[in-house]
């Protein structure tokens, strides 16, 4: 009983069902955004091989399970940073506290989330990405194949084999050979390569998306060259190869099973550049699906930054985090890829990392301190104060230039605002900066002239405030010292 008791069920199933509302929305949101991008490829694929509304659909369903393992990740980070940025902004974070439950009791509904989300991204990852590569690649190849095999006809010219132009005398219904071919071949050159043939085939290879043309008892005849000659040849081959869009040389190795590319690897030795091809693509499965977890859990110290009269500013930090970690993921990729270092260091940098940045984040919304230190804050806040000033001198440029330089001069100063002030650093915001509500600063001044005679001075954005640089409304910067 005491142990049940200990679980505050009624919370964690509110504190859940907040968290996937949004969740689920931003996922079908960034779900239309990558279907739109891969929407336009797959429609010129199919207007080039005229398929139907049904093999379309199915083309496109294949590529979902790729497209899960991006957007879960997305998906969940900002669901959980919108749900308790709500919590916080009207006071029910700060309700429970006041009810006896600390930030540690609000931890395991987020865990619970989280590892049903990573679980389920895992399974895509692992199990659903080769099915569907396989199947997308089975069903591409039949599709092109069909057009191949009804674009040849007796006594007819062809083009669906793209750059390669093929007539056929005739066709015998039981073998399907050909007989008095015809083949212009203009793949790479400005005049075509002329080919002709007693008899000829067309074999497929499922396995290598190849097509294979076989010439027999021919000549072959390239014009336009200084040494053009005619060549007779007993046997001649030219191979198509056919790929599906949207993929490339990850082909092979999108529909190997998480075995197969370790046998793979194994055959070709494990200090082999196709060995760490295989082993990237490997730990790729499992890594993503990981992150997903340390992701999610990201955002329950972005949406604690939320609260009444201040900014959320969670969702913008956590998108940043987010496309820092496929930078950071990337850049380990490359790693594995192009050096001698070790695949599993490389791979698994980004989620080690991104792990202790949970958990310092974590600990510090949980002690009531911001995410950052003070000293970290500040190297920050003015290394994008050093980035927004020349911004800020070009529209103070612009204005003057425009003839409204003195529309607004010294708007803040002659308003006579109350400012307030850092007593250490000896800095005052006026309301419009960010600054302005911080804890650290204490002092309150009736203007900016009384802050001024008492030693104060005004930081970067305000100074440029002060200029007329910007209205209040327009503060984007996060403020600080200069």
């Keep these: 009983m005491n142990r049940t008791a200990s679980w505050p069920l009624l919370l964690y199933s509110y504190l859940i069902t907040e968290m996937l509302a949004p969740f689920f929305a931003s996922f079908v949101v960034m779900n239309a955004i990558f279907f739109l991008v891969k929407l336009i490829p797959f429609l010129n694929f199919s207007l080039e091989l005229s398929i139907g509304a049904g093999d379309f659909i199915r083309l496109l369903s294949y590529t979902f399970p790729n497209m899960f393992l991006y957007t879960m990740p997305m998906a969940a980070m900002i669901g959980v940073t919108i749900a308790f940025s709500r919590l916080s902004s009207d006071a029910e974070i700060l309700a429970l506290k006041a009810g006896g439950i600390s930030a540690y009791q609000i931890v395991p509904p987020v865990l619970i989330v989280a590892l049903a989300i990573t679980m389920l991204t895992a399974y895509f990852s692992v199990r659903l990405i080769?099915?569907?590569?396989?199947?997308?690649?089975?069903?591409?190849?039949?599709?092109?194949?069909?057009?191949?095999?009804?674009?040849?006809?007796?006594?007819?010219?062809?083009?669906?084999?793209?750059?390669?132009?093929?007539?056929?005398?005739?066709?015998?219904?039981?073998s399907g050979a050909w007989k008095n071919v015809w083949v212009s071949d203009m793949r790479g050159v400005d005049?075509?390569?002329?080919?002709?043939?007693?008899?000829?085939?067309?074999?497929?290879?499922?396995?290598?998306?190849?097509?294979?043309?076989?010439?027999?008892?021919?000549?072959?005849?390239?014009?336009g060259q200084p040494d053009a000659q005619i060549i007779h040849f007993k046997e001649y081959v030219i191979n198509i190869p056919l790929k599906p869009p949207a993929m490339g040389e990850s082909v092979d190795r999108g529909t190997l099973t998480m075995p197969e590319l370790i046998e793979k690897a194994k055959e070709y030795g494990w200090d082999t550049q196709r060995a760490r091809v295989m082993l990237i693509e490997y730990h790729k499965r499992l890594v993503l699906p990981v992150g997903c977890l340390f992701l999610t859990i990201l955002g329950l110290p972005f949406g604690l930054q939320a609260g009444p009269g201040r900014k959320a500013?969670?969702?913008?930090?956590?998108?940043?985090?987010?496309?820092?970690?496929?930078?950071?993921?990337?850049?380990?990729?490359?790693?594995?890829?192009?050096?001698?270092?070790?695949v599993v260091p490389c791979m698994w940098a980004a989620n080690v990392f991104f792990l202790l940045l949970a958990l310092f984040f974590i600990q510090r919304v949980t002690n009531e301190l911001p995410l950052l230190p003070e000293a970290v804050s500040r190297f920050f806040g003015k290394f994008f104060r050093l980035i927004a000033l020349p911004f800020m001198a070009l529209i103070r440029f612009g204005r003057r230039l425009f003839g409204h330089g003195q529309a607004t001069p010294m708007v803040v100063e002659k308003t006579g605002l109350a400012v307030r002030g850092d007593p250490k650093s000896k800095i005052f915001h006026f309301p419009g900066c960010d600054q302005y509500h911080l804890p650290k600063c204490t002092m309150e001044f009736q203007s900016a002239e009384i802050a001024r005679q008492s030693g104060y001075h005004p930081c970067l954005f305000c100074r440029a405030l002060a200029r007329g640089a910007a209205p209040p409304s327009t503060h984007s910067p996060s403020g600080g010292q200069p």
């Design 191 to 223: 005049n075509p390569t002329i080919t002709m043939a007693a008899t000829g085939s067309m074999v497929s290879d499922l396995n290598k998306m190849n097509v294979t043309i076989v010439l027999n008892d021919g000549s072959l005849n390239r014009p």
């Design 313 to 342: 500013i969670g969702v913008p930090l956590g998108l940043a985090v987010f496309i820092g970690y496929y930078i950071f993921f990337t850049l380990g990729k490359m790693l594995a890829r192009d050096s001698t270092l070790p």
């Design 130 to 174: 080769p099915i569907s590569e396989t199947a997308m690649r089975q069903l591409t190849y039949q599709l092109m194949k069909e057009k191949i095999d009804k674009g040849i006809r007796e006594y007819q010219f062809t083009e669906a084999l793209g750059d390669l132009v093929v007539h056929v005398g005739r066709i015998d219904k039981e």
